[in-house]
């Protein structure tokens, strides 16, 4: 369901009619609105033009690589975009979240777990509620993170980051030279489920790392089977 009364559009790229029907079905009971489509130009389509809030994504497309269309829906939006795929390999995973994915599930699926992991895709990829510590601005080197506004600069210039990865930047800045452990972060960015989801650390560490330039190395810093650090003062 949509948080503060507002509707909450899922768009579903798949072409098994059967799991089209049933999570459309289980949606529309919890007050989300639905659209469809199996072909990847209509999809990206419907992503300019209704504009939704997360899309679940078959890899398995008649006639598109559905890892392609993955990137290209996030070089155009920061979407929640949940991969739902029978390719349940572990790098099929890492290449999806490499892609730009926020979750990876493999068919087949639990309708709760599909409904659980939605919500809380969708509670990661929206703006946290405001509190006294986030309302701040936190500068490293040259790296300016609004914390209020979620928006990061490098140098001055924008640095576009989906939810996801400023979700774990922003917890890794307030707790600025506390090593956090992975299943902590996994706890806090993706949630309780996701506590031994190591590699969705991995890959998004990486990301972040590559989108902050120079500095992402020094400002994110490993211990070791242990987890991360954003380095101190």
Same mark, same amino acid.
């Given at each position: 369901m949509a948080e503060n009364g507002e509707r909450t559009l899922a768009l579903l790229v798949e072409d098994?009619?059967?799991?089209?029907?049933?999570?459309?079905?289980?949606?529309?009971?919890?007050?989300?609105?639905?659209?469809? %489509?199996?072909?990847?130009?209509?999809?990206?389509?419907?992503?300019?033009?209704?504009? *939704?809030?997360?899309?679940?994504?078959?890899?398995?497309?008649?006639?598109?690589?559905? !890892?392609?269309?993955?990137?290209?829906?996030?070089?155009?939006s920061a979407v929640a975009v949940i991969v739902v795929s029978a390719r349940g390999?572990?790098?099929?995973?890492?290449?999806?979240?490499? !892609?730009?994915?926020?979750?990876?599930?493999?068919?087949?699926?639990?309708?709760?777990?599909?409904?659980?992991?939605?919500?809380?895709?969708?509670?990661? %990829?929206? *703006?946290?509620?405001?509190?006294?510590?986030?309302?701040?601005?936190?500068?490293a080197g040259t790296v300016v993170i609004d914390l209020p506004a979620q928006q990061v600069t490098l140098a001055g210039t924008p640095v576009h980051l989906t939810p996801t990865e400023f979700a774990l930047l922003r917890e890794l800045a307030?707790?600025?030279?506390?090593?956090?452990?992975?299943?902590?972060?996994?706890?806090?960015?993706?949630?309780?489920?996701?506590? %031994?989801e190591t590699e969705y650390l991995r890959v998004y560490v990486r990301r972040l790392r590559a989108k902050l330039g120079d500095d992402g190395a020094q400002l994110i810093l490993t211990a070791p089977r242990a987890g991360y650090r954003f380095a101190p003062d």
């Open positions: 098994d009619p059967n799991i089209v029907d049933l999570i459309r079905s289980n949606l529309t009971v919890r007050g989300y609105d639905t659209a469809s %489509t199996a072909d990847a130009d209509e999809a990206l389509l419907l992503l300019e033009t209704q504009e *939704p809030d997360i899309i679940l994504l078959d890899l398995m497309l008649p006639g598109a690589d559905g !890892m392609e269309l993955c990137r290209q829906i996030r070089e155009r390999g572990e790098r099929d995973k890492v290449n999806a979240l490499n !892609m730009g994915a926020d979750d990876y599930m493999t068919k087949p699926f639990s309708v709760e777990e599909l409904m659980a992991r939605i919500t809380a895709t969708l509670r990661r %990829t929206r *703006p946290p509620a405001a509190t006294d510590h986030q309302l701040s601005t936190i500068e307030l707790n600025r030279g506390k090593l956090l452990t992975h299943s902590y972060l996994l706890r806090r960015v993706w949630g309780p489920a996701y506590q %031994t």
